[in-house]
């Protein structure tokens, strides 16, 4: 069984994808011209953690008061909640950045933000399919999202690598090393995001 057009769940997890999409896109359009930049930047990444972390106390209010759900009530909390951790990690990004005063984004993070936006879209397109009954045509947009996880991996150790062969500061290093591995776990998250897809091709389609 598939969602309905104006189902409760899929207008739930429609608001969590949106906010994902715009959260990715800020945080990747966001010009940082210096220090000061730092703070709006963060706060406004974490009202957008805030208003996903309130969709999916949403989500799970509804599956407790539901009787019949339109797919397997884990599904819809495993889908909330992987699309939630996207947004929570590129919140923790942002608090990073300000935390160790970073206002230059190197060529690195700009791959992986690029990616991590890319991800965002094909989750959007995904869930929008979802609520759309066509849940087969979410595969390619599953497999999309892991061709950017997997460039993400790619990205990860070529930054790395750079990174210890050019950067001199040992605090340097820990500070970047850390924002590279960060923004790879965001990549990673959006991969939780198309297996949770996947799972709900093969149990519903």
Known sequence: MAFKKKDKFNTLLSNIAVNVKEGANYFADYKLNNVSDLKPFAETMKAYESKGDTYVHEVIKELNNA???????????????????VIDGIEHCAALFEMYSI??????????????????????????LLANKKLLQMREHAIKIKDYESQCDIILRQSIKHLFSVEKDPIRIIQYKEIYENMEEIADSCQEVANTLETIIMKNA
């Open 67 to 85: 009787f019949i759900t339109p797919i397997e009530r884990e599904d819809i909390l495993l889908l909330a909640m992987s699309m939630d951790d």
């Open 103 to 128: 206002t230059q984004a190197d060529d690195y993070m700009l791959k992986f933000v690029d990616a991590i936006k890319n991800c965002s879209y094909e989750i959007e397109k995904s869930i929008e």
